[in-house]
């Protein structure tokens, strides 16, 4: 088993910036394409970034694109996300999720990640 903890969450003002951390524990060697999504109240979980399984492709939702960086550190299972010039529309539970299948940085739905975080609040205010 897989286990992913998120952390760095928290109330900020637009025009700020947070970063998102996730720790991977367990059988961490089957893990790939790793991702970071977020769900508001009311809407679908929405897939806002992903790396691949070696770091070097990247995917971002167009409404992260410029603001948000995702980057993972192997030797530690360690997955970020940085996000900068924060909007109160961004304001979300961001859930880190692990593919242990998939290897690239294709965007994918929520079925297709094995593993998920318990999720961090994330609060933009304007």
């Known amino acids: 088993q897989v286990q992913l903890v998120e952390s760095g969450g928290g109330l900020v003002q637009a025009g700020g910036s947070l970063r998102l951390s996730c720790a991977a524990s367990?059988?961490?060697?089957?893990?790939?394409?790793r991702a970071w999504f977020r769900q508001a109240p009311g809407n679908e979980r929405e897939c806002v970034a992903v790396?691949?399984?070696?770091?070097?492709?990247?995917y971002y939702a167009d409404s992260v694109k410029g603001r948000f960086t995702i980057s993972k550190d192997n030797a530690k299972n360690m997955v970020y996300l940085q996000m900068n010039s924060l909007k109160p529309e961004d304001t979300a539970v961001y859930y880190c999720?692990?593919?242990?299948?998939?290897?690239?940085?294709?965007?994918?739905?929520?079925?297709?990640?094995?593993?998920w975080g318990q999720g961090t609040q994330v609060t933009v205010s304007s």
């Open positions: 999720a692990a593919s242990t299948s998939w290897t690239t940085s294709t965007p994918l739905p929520p079925r297709s990640y094995a593993y």
């Open positions: 367990g059988r961490t060697l089957g893990l790939t394409a």
């Open positions: 790396i691949s399984r070696g770091g070097s492709t990247t």
